[in-house]
């Protein structure tokens, strides 16, 4: 997989984890949206592990 592909996922995963742990860190966290934002997290790193 081309390297500039995986710096994009790479950066979309980064991207989703800052999301995860300022959702996290709210007084009443959005469990449901934390759940979504994990998944798509878990997605891209597949992602990059098959690219590999």
């Known amino acids: 997989m081309e390297n500039s592909?995986?710096?994009?996922?790479?950066?979309?995963?980064?991207?989703?984890?800052a999301r995860i742990k300022a959702?996290?860190?709210?007084?009443?966290?959005?469990?449901?949206?934390?759940?979504?934002l994990k998944k798509q997290k878990l997605r891209l790193k597949e992602e990059m592990s098959v690219g590999n």
Not at 5 to 17: F, P, R
């Open 5 to 17: 592909h995986i710096s994009a996922l790479s950066a979309k995963h980064a991207g989703l984890e």
């Open 23 to 36: 959702e996290s860190s709210r007084p009443m966290p959005d469990a449901i949206l934390v759940a979504s």
